[in-house]
C-alpha cells in the first residue's frame, strides 16, 4: 500500500528504538529503516554490524526512508546499545528458556506505550536474520516478544519483522476508528416512508398480473417485498434508482403510443 | 522470526483467499506466497498476471513456500477471480470514493472470521505493485480494508501488505495468550514468609552497623527494606539467592577463623 493518507496520524512524542543485532546483510538494514518509516519509527541502532558500516546496499534498499539511516547509531556490543535504555524487548520465535515473560507483539506495544509515555526508553531487539539472538543478548532483555505464526512454517524476514513490530505499536496509537461507513450525503439511507412508496409503486405496478396469482398469495408476496426492501440498508438514492427502474419495466409493457 | 514453535494453531477450516490483481513481478508472487504460509493461508489466485505465470522467479522467490504456488489459480479478469466469493475486500491505502465502508485490517479480520464460520467465501484482493486497485477492481469488493500508516511515508510493499492481512486474520483464530508468565517451579514466587525471613536476616547483620544510626532510623530503614523486598514480585529462588549474598557479605567482615 503506497501513497499518503492524511486521516492518519504519526503519533508524537517517544518512540521505541530498533535494535538490529549483528545484522549480515546491508541491504536488510535499508529494509528494515523502510519498514520503521512506514511506522513512524526513525531511531535505529546497530550492534557490531556483520555487514559493515557505511554500506551501500542498505542506502539503496533504504532509498525514500535514507533519513532512518542517516540517524543511526552504532554500538560494538548488545549491552552497550541498550545501556541507555529502561526497557527492552527481545524479538525471537522460540523463547529459549522459561525464565522470561514472554508477550505477543500486541500485549508488548501496549506496555511499550504505558512504558513511553511515563518517560522510560524502550527498545526492540532484532537478531541476525539467519541465527536470531544469542541467550547473551536476550538475557539483557526485560520480555520476550514473539508473533503468532504457522507452526509449520515461520520464514519471516528481517523487514517483515519489523513491519509487525512497528504496526502494533503504530496501531495503539492511531486514532482511526475500525469502520468508516461511507458519509457522503447522497448516500444518506432512505426513510422508511421511501421505501414504503417503494414498496406501493411495486405492488401497484404488479396487481393483476401472475405475480399476484390469488388473494392469500398476493399477501404472502407483499411481504416478502416488504421485508426485501425493508431489511436491505438501502439508501435513498437505492431507492430512486429502483423506482426508475420499475417504471422503466412497466413503461416497457405498456403498448406503445400511437405514432402521429 | 524464524523456527517452529508448538505453542501456535493453524485455524484449522476455511481460510480467505488471497487474490493478487495483475501482479507485476514474479518474484512478489513468490513472496506473496511465503507471507501467507507464515499465517496458515494457502488459496492463491492471480488475475491476468503481467509477470505471465509460470514464472521462475515466483518459484525462487517461493522457495520452502511452493505448495501455494503449486496449486494457485488463474483468472482472466478480477470479476472472475471472485465470482465464486460472497465477500470481497480490496486492499487500498487512499480509499478513493466515498460510497464504500473503510475497514482497519483488525475490524476486516474480525468480520471474515465471522463470514468464513457462517459457510461464506472470502477474498482480499491486492492490487499492481505499482498502481493499486483500480475503480472496477474496487467496484466488485464489497469493503476497502486499509492499514495505518505514516501518512509521511507509506510505502509497504506487497509481501508487507499480505503479512500484515494475514497476521490480523491469524491473530484473531490464534489462542496464544497475551503474556505468558516464565512457569517452572523454580520460578515460583517466593511466600510472604519467605521474604519476611529474608529481611529478618538482613535486619539480624544490619544491627549495631552504621545503616541502622539511631532508634527511629532503625524502624524507617526496615520499613525501607522491607516494602523494598516485599513489592519485587521476588521468586523463591531469588530470595535463596539474596540470602547467600548477605551470608557472603557477612562473612566477609567476620574476622577469619584461625587456620590449623
Redesign the interface.
Known amino acids: 500500500?503506497?501513497?499518503?493518507?492524511?486521516?492518519?496520524?504519526?503519533p508524537a512524542g517517544p518512540m521505541p528504538v530498533v535494535v538490529l543485532v549483528r545484522p549480515q546483510m546491508g541491504e536488510n538494514v535499508g529494509t528494515a529503516a523502510?519498514?520503521m518509516?512506514?511506522?513512524?519509527l526513525t531511531e535505529l541502532r546497530l550492534v557490531d554490524p556483520l555487514c559493515g558500516w557505511p554500506n551501500a546496499k542498505a542506502v539503496n534498499a533504504a532509498s525514500?526512508?535514507s533519513v532512518v539511516l542517516n540517524q543511526l547509531e552504532i554500538f560494538e556490543t548488545t549491552a552497550a546499545a541498550v545501556a541507555d535504555l529502561h526497557r527492552v524487548y527481545a524479538?525471537?520465535?522460540?523463547p529459549r528458556?522459561?525464565?522470561?515473560?514472554?508477550?505477543?507483539a500486541?500485549?508488548a506495544a501496549c506496555d511499550m506505550r504505558r512504558q513511553l509515555g511515563a518517560g522510560q526508553r524502550v527498545g526492540v531487539l532484532f537478531g541476525p536474520e539467519r541465527t536470531?539472538l544469542e541467550n547473551d543478548d536476550i538475557a539483557l532483555a526485560d520480555a520476550v516478544l514473539?508473533?503468532?505464526?504457522?507452526?509449520?512454517?515461520?520464514?519471516?524476514n528481517l523487514?517483515?519483522?519489523v513491519?509487525?513490530v512497528a504496526?502494533e505499536w503504530?496501531?495503539g496509537g492511531?486514532g482511526?476508528?475500525?469502520?468508516?461507513?461511507?458519509?457522503?450525503d447522497?448516500?444518506a439511507p432512505a426513510t422508511k416512508g421511501e421505501v414504503e412508496a417503494l414498496l406501493n409503486h411495486v405492488v401497484t405496478e404488479l396487481e393483476g398480473t401472475a405475480f399476484f396469482r390469488s388473494e392469500d398469495r398476493r399477501a404472502k408476496r407483499i411481504e416478502e417485498l416488504r421485508l426485501l426492501l425493508e431489511r436491505r440498508q438501502l439508501r435513498s438514492v437505492e431507492v430512486q434508482t429502483l423506482r426508475g427502474m420499475v417504471k422503466g419495466l412497466t413503461q416497457e409493457r405498456r403498448p406503445p403510443r400511437s405514432r402521429g
Request: hydrophobic share 40%.
Open positions: 500500500m503506497a501513497g499518503t493518507d492524511r486521516r492518519f496520524d504519526v523502510r519498514a518509516l512506514n511506522f513512524g525514500g526512508a524479538t525471537t520465535a522460540r528458556d522459561m525464565t522470561i515473560e514472554v508477550l505477543t500486541e500485549a536470531g514473539t508473533v503468532p505464526l504457522n507452526p509449520g512454517f515461520s520464514s519471516l523487514a517483515q519483522a513491519v509487525l504496526y503504530f496501531k492511531d482511526t476508528p475500525p469502520r468508516i461507513e461511507p458519509g457522503a447522497a448516500l
